[in-house]
């Protein structure tokens, strides 16, 4: 009796010290202790709401020079993503303010240079902004920010002013992974910002792309950031596919250690689609990885003749003003009896090769992973752990180039075409810049 008397003080100090943890609130539960002060902004009671995007610039300090692409249109496969945008861009005049999109918590900052910086926001549970190039930032993590509140400024990039702008829906599965980063766990997708924004802004954001580009566009003119195949503000990442079997695809060296300046081109796109202006297009994007994040992607028509095994395909590749490439001719074949499909092809610039032989090469349709990230590249191993003072902390987009796909909502207003020229013949100058930051 005496022994549970004297324990009484003891049960009476344990309740009194467990009541003061949970009023100051102890870690959340089922979560890694390493994980535990990233998860803490995720759990932020002010993120209980409802998103309401905002475009997060003002379309008037955007430039207005088609060839320059004031837009980075969605899903737009080419550059220095042939893989497909998983964001959208926007170049501006001059160095300029960027806006959130709506309120929300910082839930992370990468600065790989002071001009050069990553920032994400979440705007609730599940819908966050993902930012990238830019400077002076004026916010840091765990920071409560405002719709319409300045976070930084756009970078200056060669000749333009830019910035990147993509949006994470964690409650959505079917498009391009959110890797995660540091305490931030990857899922959900990147998804089309445009499809997200509020009617009004919406609205405007359309009426500007196609003033600025989508008619130039249609008017023979060339636009950084469009093709035959795609020229509306949001295109699909993953390109349409008729059966397991069609070439239509973006597909990837499976082997890493043949990525390099040299040999087989590391990505190849092939997209066929029947268009409002042009008819049935077969555009695809032959892409040579030069070193990390960095591709030489060249435009090209494509014939195939199925009729014949192994299958035939020609690329005709686009020329800019004196530089030209020759023509390829390829057999290929499709194998879709795996989980994954894998195609076969063998290019040669003197015709049609009559079989396979060991300059074949083998490519593996894309997931909803990077390829970056999915394909096991020694040149971008090293680059991420040397190059990098927190390595572990990066958001694996490797510079830039993150996942893509999602089902799509055209939100393109239907315009008439005047006058359709020739779109086959850029200025040397021009086609470098769609190598561009977007």
Not at 178 to 190: K, Q, V
Request: charged share 20%; with cysteine; glycine share 8%.
């Amino acid at each position: 009796m005496q022994i549970k008397k004297a324990l009484i003080p003891l049960i009476i100090m344990v309740v009194i010290f467990s009541g003061i943890m949970l009023f100051l609130g102890g870690p959340p539960e089922n979560i890694p202790e390493n994980q535990q002060e990233g998860n803490q902004i995720l759990e932020d009671s002010r993120l209980n709401r409802t998103a309401i995007i905002h475009l997060p610039i003002k379309i008037e300090d955007l430039i207005t020079e088609p060839h320059e692409g004031p837009i980075g249109p969605w899903g737009y496969h080419g550059g220095n993503h042939p893989e497909g945008f998983d964001h959208t861009g926007f170049a501006f005049k001059a160095p300029s303010p960027i806006y959130s999109p709506d309120d929300g918590i910082v839930a992370y900052i990468e600065e790989r240079s002071s001009d050069d910086i990553k920032v994400i926001i979440f705007h609730n549970y599940t819908i966050a902004s993902w930012f990238d190039h830019l400077t002076n930032i004026t916010v840091t993590e765990k920071d409560f920010v405002t719709k319409g509140q300045i976070i930084g400024y756009s970078k200056q990039y060669d000749s333009r002013n830019i910035i990147d702008w993509g949006l994470i829906d964690l409650n959505n599965n079917t498009g391009p992974i959110f890797p995660g980063c540091e305490n931030i766990p990857e899922g959900g997708s990147f998804v089309p910002p445009f499809s997200y924004l509020v009617e009004e802004d919406l609205a405007k954001i359309e009426a500007f792309f196609n003033e600025t580009m989508l008619q130039p566009f249609l008017n023979g003119e060339f636009v950084s950031g469009m093709n035959k195949a795609e020229h509306r503000l949001i295109n699909p990442v993953f390109p349409e596919r008729s059966n397991p079997e069609d070439i239509t695809g973006v597909w990837i060296l499976e082997d890493g250690n043949k990525w390099g300046p040299s040999g087989p081109p590391e990505i190849l796109t092939f997209i066929h689609r029947n268009t409002t202006y042009f008819g049935e297009v077969f555009h695809a994007v032959y892409a040579d990885f030069q070193r990390p994040v960095e591709f030489d992607a060249w435009d090209a028509d494509f014939e195939i003749n199925e009729s014949v095994t192994p299958h035939r395909i020609k690329l005709i590749f686009a020329q800019y003003g004196e530089e030209t490439k020759a023509p390829l001719y390829g057999i290929y074949e499709v194998n879709a009896s795996g989980s994954r499909a894998k195609l076969k092809i063998e290019f040669s610039e003197n015709g049609y090769p009559t079989a396979f032989s060991s300059n074949a090469s083998i490519y593996i349709i894309r997931s909803r992973y990077h390829p970056l990230q999915e394909i096991n590249i020694p040149e971008i191993a090293a680059y991420s752990t040397l190059s990098r003072e927190k390595p572990q902390d990066d958001c694996l987009n490797y510079g830039n180039t993150l996942l893509k796909t999602i089902p799509i909502k055209l939100t393109t207003n239907p315009v008439t075409p005047a006058g359709l020229k020739s779109n086959r013949i850029f200025l040397t100058e021009l086609r470098m810049r769609t190598v561009t930051r977007y």
